[in-house]
């Protein structure tokens, strides 16, 4: 199974930057799609970014030109880079990520969650 751990959450001013990590354990990190979710009080988990094992990535359109994705294989990291934040990306963000195929399925992984806060 993999493991993810997310940092780099806070408290920041409308405008401001943050950059958040999710470091996974296990084998065969190269080949997971990642991904980062986020959820906001009363409102349904949404996707905001993604990127597939070839690199390929996705926006949500809300944040598109505001964030990007990244992946590091070698250090079996994904980061989420935040910049000009808005109280609307105020949510708590989520790390996933999805395995290949295998003999037992297809498995989805999430982190614990890390809480981003836009505010002045």
């Known amino acids: 199974q993999v493991h993810l751990v997310e940092s780099g959450g806070g408290l920041v001013q409308p405008g401001g930057s943050l950059r958040l990590s999710c470091a996974a354990s296990?084998?065969?990190?190269?080949?997971?799609?990642m991904g980062w979710y986020r959820q906001a009080p009363g409102k349904q988990r949404e996707l905001v970014a993604s990127?597939?094992?070839?690199?390929?990535?996705n926006y949500a359109s809300s944040v598109k030109g505001r964030f990007t994705i990244s992946r590091d294989n070698a250090k079996n990291t994904v980061s989420l880079q935040m910049n000009s934040l808005k109280p609307e990306d105020t949510a708590v963000y989520y790390c996933?990520?999805?395995?290949?195929?295998?003999?037992?399925?297809?498995?989805?992984?999430w982190g614990q969650g890390t809480q981003v806060t836009v505010s002045s």
């Open positions: 296990g084998s065969n990190f190269g080949s997971y799609a």
């Open positions: 996933n990520a999805r395995s290949p195929t295998t003999t037992y399925g297809r498995y989805n992984y």
């Open positions: 990127i597939t094992s070839g690199g390929t990535t």
